[in-house]
């Protein structure tokens, strides 16, 4: 996901060169594609390699589960299957574009990556004993693949795998000098081709392609203990857990027991968690995290409430009201455009908010990655490149929402939005907003759940104000995600969360390939040879200026395109945490790390009292 191409073939911040492999390039056992990948030679700095084990979190998910298929998009999979299965590879939660040893230990290219080779590591074990082979890793992409559209996507530059040696697979690629690719390659999830090519204990063969709730096998730390169907799930760490000593695992995994309680609406998962009924709560209304944290388990200091600056230092954000352009009332820029005249931020953040956000004006908000000012350079040269597929207003005025706050800014705003209505060819007829024909312009606003309620309401005011009907229908999450998987939707309240270094996802959230594909999150239905081209610059960018100046030009043109109405965010995470746990002194640069490097504070949790 995180694509920055790499000065030049093998300038990588990557050591140590071991020895040379088949495709002739070094084995490397760290890459950074932000040219910086520090030696991991005992354990991560952020750690505490002598953490205790032990004890029982309790976390908490919205929704229900259907499946322990950790591949199908369809049906709504359990949380916790990443404590079961593993990736080739991991990341550092202090390098976000970083790769380090897991179910390999190594991994190489050559210099036109043309390929690439990852080594398995001969400790690595299934939970059965059995050893993770190079054909496990042929066999789980292939399946990956075939079995789930949005990986097909994504790895789409992938044009066959082999096992090349007794402990070597080999990814082949149709493309040259795409050099994230041996980094998110690493992301691939290994399974364990003989216990789904077997029988399960009632004697009926396994399928990798139909949803299950048989407990799953993998490699990782954790095994499924138990589960109530779509109600809660527990996980117990594996003693006999093959990487424990390995050091992208030293002081990590220290909870003996993790379980999940699943809630179906967000009101009653928080009186949950004042109730003791989970440890963690991640708080997403500003109202509730400036009014409602005054029960007794604050006040008795048993419960800590804290701001966490780190968790999206390395992400970009956009959400906001998402228009289905597939629909045609949607296909008029002008309709797009007119939509956020109606939405009133500023009202909102003083009334509702507690002036706790700020506006989003980028697909990348909040990092080097959002455009400004007006194009120069490169990026300039790559907007001029398509200067005939690009809204004009890209080269003269840098994108600005609008803004209001008080009654005269909104009603300047609704008028200008009449406007573009007017130039798209509507008109008032009485109190509804009519098209030639008179059918007047209505939607609904889907939302997954309540939370987005009150926000959705301020703007269908203001656009029943202008004559456009709206209705607002709340779904839980499992009908939210088919409705979105089959496109089933008018307007839907949605987003994307960017890495520092964006690369081929782009295709899958922006690509004209992906609009057609129901897996993916081209929400919008954005199918426009302009945008087309400047995910190619981006993914295709040589170095980290080409790469900004891609992503500066790409942001720009989604901008112009009204592809949304931009919504809010807050950078600091809201977190809120029963008193029993423990972590290292310095936690990592983008992330809390919870609950992969705390741990169970016996002291905390006596004076706390010990979880139920």
Known sequence: MKAV???????????????????????????????????????????????????????????????????????????????????????????????????????????????????????????????????????SFEQEVKLNPNLQQYWQDVSKVDVTAPDQVTFF?????????????????????????????????????????????????????????????????????????????????????????????????????????????????????????????????KVVKELYPQTYADAGVMVGFIPNLRLDKFKDVRVRKALNYAFDFESLNKTLFYGQYQRIDSYFYGTPLASSGLPQGAEL????????????????????????????????????????????????????????????????????????????????????????????RLVDSAEYINRMRSRDFEVTYNGWTQSLSPGNEQNFFFGSKAATDPGSSNYAGIADPGIDALINDVVFAKDRDALLAATHALDRVLLANAYIVPSYTNRDDRIAHWDRFGHPDNLPKYSIGFPDIWWYDEARAEKTGKAR
Do not use: C
């Not at 001029?384 to 209001?404: G, H, I, L, R």
């Open 173 to 301: 690629f149709s493309t040259k000098n795409n050099r994230e690719l041996p980094i998110i390659l690493g992301q691939v999830m290994v399974l364990p081709q003989h216990w789904w090519e077997g029988k399960d204990a009632n004697g009926k063969q396994r399928d990798i392609g139909a949803s299950t709730l048989e407990p799953p096998m993998g490699s990782g730390p954790y095994k499924m203990a138990s589960f109530s169907a779509g109600s809660s799930i527990t996980y117990q760490r594996d003693p006999g857990y093959w990487g424990a000593s390995e050091p992208t695992q030293v002081g990590m995994n220290n909870f003996d027991t993790i379980r999940y309680e699943y809630f179906r609406d967000p009101d009653v998962a928080f009186e949950g968690f004042k109730g003791d009924q989970f440890d963690w709560w991640s708080e997403n209304r500003a109202k509730r995290w400036a009014t409602a944290y005054d029960f007794p388990a604050v006040q008795q200091g």
């Open 381 to 472: 040269a790559d907007l001029e490149a398509v200067k005939d597929k690009v809204p004009p207003e890209v080269f003269t005025a840098p994108y600005t929402n609008p803004v209001a706050g008080d009654p005269q800014k909104l009603r300047a705003n609704l008028r200008q939005a009449l406007d573009l209505l007017t130039q798209a060819g509507y008109h008032l007829d009485g109190n509804r907003l009519v098209d030639a024909k008179g059918t007047q312009l209505s939607f609904e606003i889907l939302l997954n759940g309540p939370t987005i309620e009150p926000v959705a309401t301020a703007w269908q005011t203001n656009l029943t104000s202008i004559g456009i009907a709206t209705t607002i």
């Open 5 to 139: 191409l790499l000065a030049a073939a093998l300038s990588l911040a990557a050591f140590p060169a071991i020895a040379d492999p088949a495709q002739n390039g070094p084995w490397l056992t760290a890459l950074s594609l932000s040219g910086d990948a520090k030696p991991l030679a005992e354990h991560w700095d952020y750690v505490n390699p002598n953490a205790p084990k032990g004890g029982l979190v309790r976390l908490s998910a919205l929704g229900g589960f259907d499946t322990f298929n950790p591949i199908l998009p369809e049906g709504e999979s359990a949380y916790g299957l990443g404590l079961v299965y593993e990736t080739l590879m991991t990341g550092s939660m202090s390098d976000s574009n970083s790769s380090y040893p897991l179910i390999a230990d190594a991994f190489a290219f050559p210099p036109d990556i043309s390929s690439a080779t990852f080594r398995i590591n001969p400790k690595a074990k299934w939970q059965d004993g059995t050893p993770v082979t190079p054909a496990d890793v042929k066999w």
